[in-house]
């Protein structure tokens, strides 16, 4: 349903590569919390990042479909990589929108992982409520100085661009926010230490401090001022790319306990056997397969232009939730060996409850569903 020949292909080359490479991997990088270079230079080949960018500006030129399922295919592998995918697309789909001519040629840095990149909104008196933050870009001559301070950035510790929201003016609320791509190499910039994390530990995450860092005019992303809703624009795609992740670390989690259940023997018999850990696994299926088709109904409709956001939260928080609920089902298969470091499942477990915070919390998708439902009725 919903594939075609050309997502079937993608999604084989994503699901062998997974399979090949990240999946025998993730048991040591979640363990040494490594952020897999290697891993990613290979994926790069095989043109696994911006897989939404045009052909004509170096990328595969695919949809938010294909997206979705190299999303699952990558994550089932280990989602800390399949979290690089998705914000390098995020990146992209920013700089292919709104990025100007010569912006754009970073792409081809972007997609080749030469530079690598950084999302920085979240800030320590604005998390949910982006509204609330405090760095500012000042103008200075023809271009700003940038103030202020990021927290849990996804890889702030090794990224060589941040792409920087900050408030241009003071009075205008929401529309006096921009994005600034900022190169962080430069004086005035400094990281704090990576955080060490529940889970997803292969990804770096840390702060930003920008202290009188001076942007050249030709670093505001768009149009000053529009900062905030371009960023709100990237949501509903972000969204629909973690729900595709929370669906393939789960898939993972139900691969595992197949395979468990199937060997391990008690009272005589396979535990797969007894009608209690059936159920369990029917359960991991069921919810996965309606993870799935409402992630790929939410990515048709961004691809054919319809408004996608209640079905992209709808997807994210279920998928979510689901990922939580359904790996500690896989735990539960495990018996004691599921909670025991080593054991794929207990890391796919602290692997998902992120699904539930990032990319807007799930009380927050819960909160956008119902504000269509009452705005655009039951039915829309
Ligand atoms: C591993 C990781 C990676 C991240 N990567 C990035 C990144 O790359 N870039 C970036 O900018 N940020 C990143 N973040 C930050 C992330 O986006 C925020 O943590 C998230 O938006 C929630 O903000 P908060 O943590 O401040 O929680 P808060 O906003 O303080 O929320 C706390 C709780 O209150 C609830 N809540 C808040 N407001 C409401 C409301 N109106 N109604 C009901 N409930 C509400 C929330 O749902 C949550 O349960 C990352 C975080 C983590 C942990």
């Given at each position: 349903?919903f594939?075609?020949?050309?997502?079937?292909?993608?999604?084989?080359t994503?699901?062998?590569?997974?399979?090949?490479?990240?999946?025998?991997?993730?048991?040591?990088?979640d363990?040494?919390?490594?952020?897999?270079s290697?891993?990613?230079?290979?994926?790069?080949?095989?043109?696994?990042?911006?897989?939404?960018?045009?052909e004509?500006?170096?990328?595969?030129?695919?949809?938010?479909?294909?997206?979705?399922?190299?999303?699952?295919?990558?994550a089932?592998?280990?989602?800390?990589?399949?979290?690089?995918?998705?914000?390098?697309?995020?990146?992209c789909?920013?700089?292919?929108?709104?990025?100007?001519?010569?912006?754009?040629?970073?792409?081809?840095?972007?997609?080749?992982?030469?530079?690598?990149?950084?999302?920085?909104?979240?800030?320590?008196?604005?998390?949910?409520?982006?509204?609330?933050?405090?760095?500012?870009?000042?103008r200075?001559?023809?271009?700003?100085?940038?103030?202020?301070?990021?927290i849990?950035?996804?890889?702030?510790?090794?990224?060589?661009?941040?792409?920087?929201?900050?408030?241009?003016?003071?009075?205008?609320?929401?529309r006096?926010m921009?994005?600034?791509?900022?190169?962080?190499?430069?004086?005035?910039?400094?990281?704090?230490?990576?955080?060490?994390?529940?889970?997803q530990?292969?990804?770096?995450?840390?702060?930003?401090?920008?202290?009188?860092?001076?942007?050249?005019?030709?670093?505001?992303?768009?149009?000053?001022?529009?900062?905030?809703?371009?960023?709100?624009?990237?949501?509903?795609?972000?969204?629909?790319?973690?729900?595709?992740?929370?669906?393939?670390?789960?898939?993972a989690?139900l691969?595992?306990a197949?395979?468990?259940?199937?060997q391990?023997?008690?009272?005589?018999?396979?535990?797969s056997?007894?009608?209690?850990?059936?159920?369990?696994?029917?359960?991991?299926?069921?919810?996965?397969?309606?993870?799935?088709?409402?992630?790929?109904?939410?990515?048709?409709?961004?691809?054919?232009g319809?408004?996608?956001?209640?079905?992209?939260?709808?997807a994210?928080?279920f998928?979510g939730?689901?990922?939580?609920?359904?790996?500690s089902?896989?735990?539960?298969?495990?018996?004691g060996?599921?909670?025991?470091?080593g054991?794929?499942v207990?890391?796919?477990?602290?692997?998902a409850?992120?699904?539930?915070?990032?990319?807007?919390?799930?009380?927050i998708?819960?909160m956008?569903?119902?504000?269509?439902l009452?705005?655009?009725?039951?039915?829309?």
């Amino acid at each position: 349903m919903f594939l075609t020949e050309t997502h079937v292909q993608v999604r084989e080359t994503a699901r062998n590569f997974a399979d090949t490479v990240i999946r025998p991997a993730a048991e040591s990088l979640d363990r040494e919390e490594r952020f897999p270079s290697e891993i990613y230079e290979q994926m790069a080949e095989l043109g696994l990042f911006g897989i939404g960018v045009p052909e004509e500006l170096g990328g595969p030129g695919f949809d938010t479909v294909t997206y979705a399922v190299v999303m699952e295919e990558l994550a089932r592998g280990y989602s800390s990589v399949a979290d690089q995918c998705g914000l390098v697309e995020l990146i992209c789909t920013l700089l292919v929108r709104h990025g100007t001519g010569e912006q754009k040629k970073l792409l081809g840095d972007v997609l080749s992982m030469r530079r690598k990149v950084a999302y920085c909104i979240t800030e320590p008196e604005a998390g949910t409520d982006v509204s609330g933050i405090r760095t500012t870009a000042t103008r200075d001559g023809d271009g700003w100085i940038l103030n202020g301070g990021k927290i849990w950035i996804h890889n702030a510790p090794v990224a060589d661009l941040g792409f920087v929201l900050a408030r241009t003016d003071k009075e205008a609320g929401n529309r006096g926010m921009s994005i600034f791509i900022v190169d962080l190499h430069s004086a005035g910039v400094s990281r704090g230490p990576k955080e060490h994390k529940m889970g997803q530990r292969a990804s770096q995450v840390g702060a930003l401090t920008f202290s009188d860092v001076k942007l050249g005019p030709d670093s505001l992303l768009g149009e000053e001022g529009r900062g905030f809703h371009m960023m709100m624009s990237v949501l509903d795609k972000g969204r629909v790319g973690i729900a595709a992740l929370a669906t393939g670390i789960t898939q993972a989690g139900l691969e595992a306990a197949v395979e468990y259940a199937s060997q391990r023997k008690q009272f005589g018999k396979a535990i797969s056997d007894f009608q209690g850990v059936q159920w369990l696994l029917a359960d991991m299926a069921k919810d996965i397969e309606a993870a799935r088709l409402l992630v790929l109904s939410a990515a048709t409709k961004i691809d054919r232009g319809e408004d996608a956001t209640k079905s992209c939260s709808i997807a994210k928080c279920f998928a979510g939730d689901m990922a939580v609920q359904r790996t500690s089902d896989a735990v539960q298969v495990f018996g004691g060996s599921g909670y025991i470091r080593g054991f794929e499942v207990e890391r796919l477990y602290r692997d998902a409850k992120i699904c539930q915070i990032y990319e807007g919390t799930n009380q927050i998708q819960r909160m956008i569903i119902a504000r269509e439902l009452l705005k655009k009725g039951a039915r829309s």
